[in-house]
């Protein structure tokens, strides 16, 4: 199973755009990239999924090089609702490990 | 959309009870996860399913056994509740296929032993 590390803490301020990465040295063939969002006392929600390159939605965008050892999620102009713990994961979904997440607190 | 319902949102048990935790989810999804969650922890994988009647241990199965008889039902079971396993715990739903990471959570299951 792939390893994740990502930053336990990051500040922002309402508008600003936040980059998040995470580092996933052992990423294998078969393994996606996908990030969740949770807020307290509330399960992760699904933000989004990506293999390789770029992928983007309504919520966020997320970059992942062409080794795809690490990845970004980037969170455009962030609201002070978008703080919550952001997690990266990575894997094929038999045995799905999360990491410890990233904490962003949106600042006004 | 996709439901995964956890039975009870809030529980109060005594030591040595046993605790039934009922998760059924509406998607046909062929795998099934329960977590738990505590504070600084993060979420850490007590057992999941991939199919009916099968199970895998995950990185903390002690003092937990669970259940799949069908498909949209998955029970995680405390043989006799101790104190130390006072926590929120999940259940998720995810398909079978090359997008497997696309996990459906619940609300959550907040249970305190006392």
């Known amino acids: 199973l792939a390893k994740t590390t990502q930053p336990i803490s990051m500040d922002s301020y309402e508008g600003q755009e936040v980059n998040i990465t995470c580092s996933h040295n052992?990423?294998?063939?078969?393994?996606?990239i996908t990030w969740y969002q949770q807020f307290p006392s509330q399960g992760p929600r699904f933000i989004i999924q990506?293999?390789?390159t770029k992928v983007t939605n309504e919520v966020a965008s997320l970059f992942i090089p062409a080794d795809r050892k690490s990845s970004t999620l980037s969170l455009p102009r962030v609201s002070l609702s978008d703080t919550a713990v952001y997690y990266c994961?990575?894997?094929?979904?038999?045995?799905?490990?999360f990491g410890a997440g990233t904490r962003l607190f949106v600042k006004a | 959309d996709v439901k995964v319902t956890q039975s009870s949102r809030y529980l109060v048990k005594r030591t040595g009870e046993k605790v039934f935790l009922e998760c059924v989810q509406d998607?046909?999804?062929?795998?099934m996860f329960w977590y738990r969650q505590d504070p600084g922890l993060g979420l850490r994988l007590i057992y999941f399913?991939?199919?009916?009647?099968?199970?895998e241990k995950g990185d903390i199965p002690e003092g937990y056994s669970v259940s799949r008889e069908k498909k949209e039902r998955f029970s995680l079971i405390l043989e006799s509740a101790s104190t130390n396993q006072t926590s929120m715990y999940l259940c998720?739903?995810?398909?079978?296929?090359?997008?497997?990471?696309?996990?459906?959570f619940g609300e959550g299951s907040w249970l305190t032993v006392v």
């Open positions: 998720a739903s995810s398909p079978r296929d090359r997008s497997g990471n696309t996990i459906y």
């Open positions: 052992n990423i294998a063939t078969n393994d996606y």
């Open positions: 990506g293999y390789k």
């Open positions: 994961l990575v894997g094929d979904g038999f045995k799905t490990i």
């Open positions: 998607m046909d999804h062929e795998n």
């Open positions: 399913s991939y199919d009916v009647k099968m199970k």
